[in-house]
């Protein structure tokens, strides 16, 4: 059975930093296509940043410079390092993971990241 499990979320001032964690069990996440998504109350899922299958990396312009998407083979784990976080990163954020021979992936159940002082 896969799944993926997210943790790491928490409550952060601005300026601060989370590193978020995903961990993967049933599949070789570094086959997969996997992202970083997040959802804000009243907005839609949007993509944070994504590695692929290949190690390609790519991030939403908001994110750029501040956030770095990464992953342990060894672990089978993704990560997402956020820093410089602001009030608008504030949201829960999934991790998601598809293979790039199927027409489905698979989701995690979220972990909320609040920025506040």
């Known amino acids: 059975q896969v799944q993926v499990v997210e943790s790491g979320g928490g409550l952060v001032q601005p300026g601060g930093s989370l590193r978020l964690s995903c961990a993967a069990s049933?599949?070789?996440?570094?086959?997969?296509?996997m992202g970083w998504y997040r959802q804000a109350p009243g907005t839609e899922r949007d993509l944070v940043a994504s590695?692929?299958?290949?190690?390609?990396?790519e991030y939403a312009d908001s994110v750029k410079g501040r956030f770095t998407i990464s992953r342990d083979v060894a672990k089978n784990t993704m990560y997402l390092q956020m820093n410089s976080l602001k009030p608008e990163d504030a949201a829960v954020y999934y991790c998601?993971?598809?293979?790039?021979?199927?027409?489905?992936?698979?989701w995690g159940q979220g972990t909320k990241v609040t920025v506040s002082s």
């Open positions: 998601y993971g598809q293979h790039p021979a199927r027409p489905y992936g698979y």
């Open positions: 049933g599949m070789i996440l570094s086959t997969y296509n």
């Open positions: 590695i692929d299958a290949g190690g390609k990396i």
